[in-house]
């Protein structure tokens, strides 16, 4: 079992819409969670972290964490073309261990 | 301005030949690391590094080499032994193991 999953898409939305990426871990002792956007053909960019319970907002991008049901998500609102890329899941867990997801392509149609 | 330098972006060898390639950061991170990505690939850790004069082999540290003199350096040596060395590499820090990191530009390495 992999220690991060995510569905590798590809995700469609219309412009305008709620994008919402999803992420499952296998640690319970998963303490911080990541979300990063690679462009095409780009290196990953940090988004988003989340450590507590609850939901986190930075302007369109919500991030949500479940640790019960051991799920991270991450809700793009209003989404805009320039949101299509692929979206990388990360997780940090006890003894500094860092793992990251494959990934979820997003493509937000005009 | 702070942040990582990969160079070069694009780089071309022949089969056989070892190549390095470059990773700085001026962030201050303790913590260093070398990615590979393959196309419509996930992120796999080659090599990283906690401190200085200390690295330890990731998950397909084969055929690669690595060296941290200093903080600041952490350049990666990809050797005639990497049976497929064609791929997108990513040098990564964070201020210690277990925190956010950040990517530098990566460098795209093309055998042939």
């Known amino acids: 079992q992999k220690e991060v999953e995510q569905n590798s898409g590809p995700l469609s939305v219309p412009e305008g819409a709620i994008a919402s990426l999803n992420c499952t871990y296998s640690d319970r002792g998963s303490q911080s969670f990541f979300w990063y956007r690679q462009y095409s053909g780009k290196s990953p960019e940090l988004i988003m972290f989340?450590?507590?319970?609850g939901d986190k907002e930075d302007g369109r991008f919500t991030a949500q964490l479940n640790k019960a049901s051991q799920y991270v998500s991450l809700l793009i609102r209003d989404s805009q073309p320039s949101d299509s890329a692929t979206y990388l899941c990360a997780v940090s867990i006890t003894g500094n261990q860092f793992y990251f997801g494959t990934g979820t392509s997003l493509t937000v149609i005009p | 301005d702070g942040g990582i330098t990969q160079s070069p972006k694009y780089l071309f060898r022949k089969e056989g030949q070892n190549v390095t390639l470059s990773c700085e950061q001026n962030l201050n991170h303790d913590a260093m690391y070398w990615y590979r990505q393959d196309p419509g690939q996930g992120l796999r850790l080659i090599y990283y590094s906690q401190i200085v004069n200390d690295f330890q082999k990731g998950d397909i540290a084969e055929g690669y080499s690595v060296s941290r003199e200093k903080k600041e350096s952490f350049p990666l040596t990809v050797t005639s032994a990497q049976k497929n060395p064609t791929a997108f590499y990513l040098c990564?820090?964070?201020?210690?193991?277990?925190?956010?990191?950040?990517f530098g530009p990566g460098t795209r390495l093309t055998v042939t």
């Open positions: 989340i450590y507590s319970n």
């Open positions: 990564a820090s964070s201020p210690e193991r277990g925190y956010a990191q950040y």
